[in-house]
C-alpha cells in the first residue's frame, strides 16, 4: 500500500509539474505577442502609417491599380509570383531583399505554402498578405511572430520577431498557364493535349512499325524530371516500372522491380507513346505528387518529363 501512494504521490507530483510547465510557456508567449503588438503600434506612430488591420492580427496598406482581377486565393491559382523586402522591427533592419521590388527577379511559391524555391524562408504569413491584395499592386504588411518568422526565427532573424513586408503581387497562375508558358519560350509546336490537362510533344519520331506502350505491364524508359524553371529534380536510365497497377495473377509477386505504379500523368502519357519514341511530357500538379509534392518537388509543382521509351514488357514475356 505505501508504494502504491508512493507511486501515485509521484504521479501527481509529475502532472502538478506538466501543467505549471505548459501555463508557464502560454504566458511566456501571450507576452511575446503583446510586446510585438506595442512595438507594432509604436512603428506605425512613428512613421505616421495609416494601417488597417485583419481579425487575425495584421496591419496592411495595398495600394496600386489591379492588372487582373483574379485572386491567389481561387482553388486554381496555386503559383504565385512576388518581390517584397523583410525587415526586422522596430529599427527596420533589412532581413531579405534576395528579390526587391526594384529588381527584375520575381519569386514563385505555391499559395497556402511557406514553401521557398531560392530564397531564404518566407514568412508564415505570406498567403495572408497575398489575400490582401491583386496582381499589379504593392502592399505594406506589419505582422507578429505568428504571421512572421515564429518561434525559431532564421539564421538572420531572432526568434518571436514582429516584421516589416514590403510586397508585390506581380502575378497569379495556374498550372497550365505555367506549362503553356514554359512551351512557348521552348518555340514547341505541334503539342498533343491529351486527358487532365497533361500535354506531349515528340522530339524524336519511333521507328517503323513500333509498338504503342498502350496497357503493358512493365514499361523501361529513361527520363529527366525538370521544373518550369529548368531545374533538374531527378532523372533515371533503365527505369522500370508498373504502368497501370500490377495484376499479381500474370505478374511474380517477388517480382524486385518497383511494385508501386506511377503518378497518373504518367499513365496518361506514357501510355501513348511508341518503343524508340522520345519526347517531352507536361504534368500538372494534380496527376503529379498534387498538393504535398515528394521529396524535392514542390507541393503544386507541374512537372517538366523528357522520356524515352526503351522497352514494354506484356504479361508472360
Not at 490537362?197 to 525538370?226: C, F, H, M, T, W
Request: include cysteine; hydrophobic fraction near 35%; aromatic fraction near 12%.
Amino acid at each position: 500500500m505505501k508504494r502504491f501512494c508512493t507511486a501515485a504521490g509521484l504521479l501527481a507530483l509529475f502532472a502538478l509539474g506538466a501543467c505549471k510547465n505548459t501555463n508557464e510557456q502560454a504566458e511566456f508567449l501571450d507576452k511575446k505577442i503583446k510586446e510585438n503588438e506595442s512595438i507594432i503600434q509604436q512603428y506605425i506612430a512613428d512613421k505616421g502609417l495609416q494601417m488597417q488591420k485583419t481579425e487575425d492580427g495584421v496591419y496592411y496598406y495595398v495600394e496600386g491599380t489591379p492588372t487582373s482581377t483574379q485572386a491567389a486565393n481561387d482553388s486554381l491559382f496555386h503559383h504565385v509570383f512576388i518581390q517584397y523586402e523583410t525587415y526586422l522591427l522596430p529599427y527596420e533592419t533589412l532581413i531579405d531583399d534576395r528579390y526587391k521590388r526594384a529588381g527584375n527577379d520575381t519569386l514563385r511559391f505555391p499559395y497556402g505554402t511557406t514553401y521557398a524555391y531560392n530564397t531564404l524562408t518566407l514568412p508564415i504569413g505570406i498567403s495572408q498578405m497575398v489575400d490582401l491584395m491583386k496582381p499589379g499592386q504593392n502592399g505594406i504588411f506589419l505582422v507578429n511572430y505568428l504571421r512572421g518568422y515564429g518561434e525559431r526565427g532564421t539564421p538572420f532573424m531572432p526568434p518571436y520577431s514582429p516584421i516589416r513586408v514590403d510586397l508585390a503581387l506581380k502575378a497569379v497562375k495556374t498550372d497550365a498557364q505555367l506549362i503553356d508558358d514554359y512551351i512557348a519560350r521552348k518555340g514547341y509546336s505541334n503539342v498533343v493535349e491529351l486527358d487532365k490537362g497533361v500535354k506531349y510533344v515528340r522530339l524524336i519520331a519511333p521507328p517503323d512499325g513500333a509498338e504503342q506502350v498502350g496497357d503493358s505491364v512493365n514499361v523501361v524508359v529513361n527520363y529527366i524530371l525538370r521544373s518550369v524553371e529548368d531545374k533538374t529534380y531527378d532523372s533515371g536510365s533503365d527505369f522500370r516500372f508498373f504502368l497501370f497497377p500490377r495484376d499479381t495473377t500474370q505478374t511474380d509477386a517477388s517480382d524486385p522491380v518497383n511494385l508501386s505504379t506511377v503518378i497518373e500523368g504518367w499513365q496518361i502519357g506514357v501510355s501513348q507513346m511508341y518503343v524508340g519514341e522520345r519526347g517531352v511530357l507536361f504534368v500538372p500538379s494534380d496527376v503529379g505528387y498534387g498538393k504535398n509534392g515528394s521529396g524535392s518537388i514542390p507541393p503544386y509543382e507541374p512537372l517538366v518529363f523528357e522520356i524515352e521509351v526503351k522497352e514494354r514488357i506484356l504479361p508472360g514475356e
